[in-house]
């Protein structure tokens, strides 16, 4: 994005007088061409000369006078050029002005502009956000360079709503369409992208991650899914106006399906039913106490334990924001916690 300060002129008076003090930068004009600086002539004292700074080159014009009169006509075909050393004074700031050059340079390489992109992020975490949503936000993006600027934005805050908005959308595409190749960074790159939509997804939009609970083909995103409803309702429970039937239905399906004897093993299918009961949970799902009890009775106790030490912590949350509308899914949790206390009080079958 190019910016261009308010007047020439006025710059180049206010050069006259700051330029070449300790300390201090002479002032920039950013334009299509790349960065102009203004700054004394070494080799004429008393006279202005202009420096560009773009790609890496540094070059000094000195044909200033033309540059004044229209800098827009002006022209690198129209001067002699001679390479220059980067003044230490403007090193900083043109430091920074290159990295951003260099991170819109698609002709360099994905490794290249990966290594650029974590120094931007670095020095500007704001400016970053925005450039990453933006790329991700092109039709064009694609390949090896849109899967490193999907797992870049999950190290990034996206604080304007708007964009919030179009990306999270954007990031479900990506998932959805990613989580059907088999080529070794699609599974990264789909967990990665639901992480962080997760994180922004409004609750009147969770139906949309439907989709994301279908069996793997051939990525698994079943168990993060159920996950990322857990942190969407960590504080308490959907309205009952929301319209969340078809997803809460699939969650329930899901406890049904992995709350079996012959899938009930640690690992990753013992976690799907794990975090399906507890989706239920959170959903305020009346189904919830009928899993918790099916969960009983197959007699895992390891199993009861860690579902009982879950759900006691999701009645601590929901209890410490005193939510009125929580009040009968809050009910809910409280029975399947009493059922699980009773189970262990009685003895352990063989």
């Avoid at 949503?133 to 694609?142: G, P, Q, R, T, V």
């Avoid at 997804?201 to 991650?209: D, G, Q, R, V, W």
């Avoid at 997803?247 to 799907?272: M, N, P, S, W, Y």
Wanted: glycine share 4%.
């Amino acid at each position: 994005m190019t910016e261009t300060l308010r007047s020439p002129i006025d710059d180049w008076s206010k050069a006259s007088t700051r330029s070449g003090k300790k300390g201090q930068r002479s002032p920039i004009l950013r334009t299509g061409e790349g960065n102009w600086i203004i700054s004394q002539d070494l080799d004429n004292p008393g006279k202005l000369a202009i420096d560009l700074y773009n790609q890496e080159i540094f070059e000094r014009y000195n044909n200033i006078d033309s540059f004044l009169s229209d800098p827009q006509s002006f022209s690198v075909t129209d001067t002699t050029t001679e390479k220059d050393e980067m003044p230490i004074e403007h090193a900083s700031q043109d430091s920074y002005i290159s990295t951003w050059n260099r991170l819109s340079n698609e002709a360099l390489s994905v490794e290249d502009r990966v290594e650029v992109l974590f120094d931007c992020i670095k020095e500007d975490e704001d400016r970053s956000a925005s450039y990453v949503a933006e790329e991700l936000l092109k039709d064009e993006a694609i390949g090896e360079w849109r899967n490193v600027l999907v797992i870049a934005a999950e190290t990034l805050q996206f604080r304007d709503l708007s964009l919030r908005d179009r990306l999270w959308r954007k990031l479900l595409d990506i998932a959805l369409e990613r989580r059907q190749n088999a080529d070794p960074s699609a599974e990264v790159v789909t967990l990665a992208a639901i992480r962080r939509l997760g994180a922004m997804i409004p609750e009147e939009e969770m139906m949309l991650l439907v989709p994301l609970l279908d069996p793997p083909n051939p990525v698994e995103t079943r168990l993060l899914t159920l996950q990322r409803i857990g942190i969407v309702f960590e504080f308490g429970p959907p309205t009952a106006d929301l319209g969340l039937e078809e997803l809460t239905q699939r969650v329930h399906e899901l406890a049904c399906k992995f709350t079996d004897r012959d899938l009930l093993i640690a690992g990753r299918l013992a976690a799907i039913g794990m975090n399906a009961i507890l989706a239920l949970a959170y959903l305020g799902n009346e189904q919830l106490t009928q899993c918790v009890q099916e969960a009983i009775n197959l007699n895992y106790r390891w199993f009861s334990r860690q579902l009982l030490r879950k759900l006691n912590a999701i009645r601590n949350d929901w209890e410490s924001q005193s939510q009125s509308e929580a009040t009968c899914s809050l009910e809910r949790i409280i029975d399947a916690i009493q059922l699980l206390r009773e189970s262990f009080a009685q003895p352990a079958r063989g």
